[in-house]
């Protein structure tokens, strides 16, 4: 539906309504379309999902429509001394527990037992730049030890001077008003608007586009969530898909490794949406539209237009446009009595960190041209025997070579290969070393896999004419510069 442009500074001339041709009959209006209750909400993609879909071209009076079942919540109400504001747009991503609307199956299928904490499970500062060509994702550990702004306890409806706490617990004690308030207290950076949603609507929300493809290069088995994954690629539906981005004993980083996964899927089911038709398939686009805006809870200035003008803006979103990081982290299990373990920012760090969210800079620094390529297996774990498969001297030494030189443990020693006419280079490969044969491939553009049952460990490259360069491609990484950052089109799959 084409969107109608808008403007709240100029009035636009009445229209003119066509009159009848003779003779027939003047068209009645079509009957209004009765609206369904949506079901389901996004949990960590709501606002970057929202722009996407708004930029698709739906209609004013569609958006319209949905945006009257988002619950309002007044986020902002009769807040002082707020931080100064900046360039772009600041939006406080809030996931809360919600499990008492998980059926029982479910919960003991995904692990989800015990009573609802009713307090925030995840928060992330969305910011979104005034190009609208940048989105920066800054997540804030749930455990980071925070002092709350004096307020009034929303269940005792006692009144508390500022106090100790674990971030997450604002929630529980002042709802999302003591949470927007406690963090532009610790971050300085004034919060434009507010959203949150719950476990249930995420993994609704993650079933409806058909799942998100993650991939590890290490298993991943957490026994508190259920989450048992291999090494390798994966398409995560909904029940999946949270216990990837809840699992907290996968290893050592606990809970900030938990958030890494969180911004990897993030960016993953951003490229889900925008690069898989959905947008384009009518029944498809609907559903997702109600899904990331049919059961939010925003605050009250989030409306259609402000939803529209930014969408517009950003037709050319893509993983490509989102970095996500973490706030820096100085001291770890820093303890409070009467709160626990807590995790203290680096005051410096996050100081820089905040400052560049103000000031509308990106995090990353530039990229090379030609950035490596993530790949499963890392080039230092893959044998490589080069054969030359054409009639051209020398090539297999420069195939050697240049793979050496990436990283993969070649031989050193190519041979030639029976045959001299390869046209397409070819990786060769025993089926059980399947990962690798794709990490090796990768760094080769265009060669063909052939699958060699006993073939071994080692994989084979027999060289065609085709051959140009080498790709760098690498194992995953935590991130660049001084906090850690990663770019949507980094942590995909290779």
């Known amino acids: ?40 909400a996004l949990r960590a993609v709501t606002t970057l999902s929202v722009v996407v879909l708004a930029s698709a071209g739906i209609g004013h009076a569609v958006m319209s429509s949905l945006e009257a079942d988002i619950v309002r919540v007044d986020a902002f109400k009769d807040m002082k001394n707020r931080p100064q504001a900046g360039h772009g747009m600041n939006v406080l991503l809030v996931g809360t527990d919600g499990r008492e609307k998980i059926s029982p199956e479910e919960r003991r299928k995904y692990r989800l037992g015990g009573a609802p904490c009713h307090c925030t499970d995840t928060m992330m500062i ?47 004690e002042g709802g999302p008003q003591l949470t927007v308030r406690t963090v532009e207290s610790m971050t300085k950076v004034k919060i434009d608007h507010y959203l949150e949603v719950d476990f249930t609507s995420f993994m609704k929300t993650v079933d409806v586009v058909g799942g998100v493809r993650i991939c590890t290069a290490t298993p991943m088995k957490d026994s508190y969530t259920g989450l048992d994954l291999p090494a390798g690629r994966h398409t995560l539906a909904g029940g999946e898909a949270l216990q990837y981005v809840r699992a907290r004993h996968v290893d050592g980083a ?26 384009l398939n009518p029944m498809k686009f609907r ?24 969408g517009r803006a950003m037709r050319n979103f893509s993983p490509s446009s989102s970095e996500f990081t973490t706030v820096p982290i100085g ?13 203290k920012w680096d005051p410096a760090k996050a100081e820089r960190l905040f400052r560049s969210l103000r000031e509308d800079q990106p995090l990353s620094v530039p990229r090379a041209h030609n950035p490596a390529r993530i790949v499963p297996v890392a080039p230092q774990q893959i044998q490589v025997q080069v054969e030359n498969g054409t009639s051209t001297p020398g090539l297999g030494r420069r195939v050697d070579a240049a793979l050496a030189s990436t ?69 995953e990484e935590p991130g660049q510069g001084e906090y850690g950052v990663v770019r949507g089109d980094e942590v995909g799959c290779g």
Not at 5 to 23: D, K, L, Y
Request: glycine share 8%.
């Open 287 to 310: 559903d997702v539209t109600r899904a990331v805006l049919g059961s939010v809870r925003a605050d009250k200035g989030f409306g259609t237009d402000e939803m529209l003008d930014l």
């Open 331 to 343: 001291r770890m299990g820093f303890a409070v009595e009467g709160v626990g373990s807590t995790l």
């Open 126 to 172: 969305v910011h979104i730049s005034e190009d609208r060509e940048r989105a920066s994702v800054v997540s804030l550990p749930r455990d980071s030890y925070a002092v709350t702004p004096a307020h009034v306890d929303r269940t005792t409806g006692r009144r508390h001077e500022g106090h100790p706490v674990k971030l997450n617990a604002a929630y529980a």
């Open 407 to 475: 990283g993969f443990r070649t031989t050193r020693t190519p041979v030639n290969s029976a045959t001299t006419d390869v046209k397409r280079t070819i990786v060769a490969y025993d089926p059980r070393w399947d990962r690798s044969a794709k990490s090796l491939a990768a760094a080769l553009p265009g060669s063909e896999l052939r699958p060699v049952k006993g073939q071994g460990a080692t994989l084979k490259v027999i060289a065609g004419s085709d051959f140009e360069r080498v790709q760098r491609v690498r194992a």
């Open 254 to 279: 606990s809970d900030l490794g938990r958030m890494q996964r969180q911004q990897r899927f993030m960016a993953a089911l951003v490229d889900r949406v925008t690069s898989s038709g959905i947008l």
């Open 1 to 40: 539906m084409p969107t109608p442009p808008r403007s709240p500074r100029t009035t636009a001339a009445p229209r003119r309504r066509p009159q009848p041709s003779p003779g027939r009959a003047p068209r009645r209006p079509a009957p209004p379309v009765p609206r369904r209750k949506p079901r389901w």
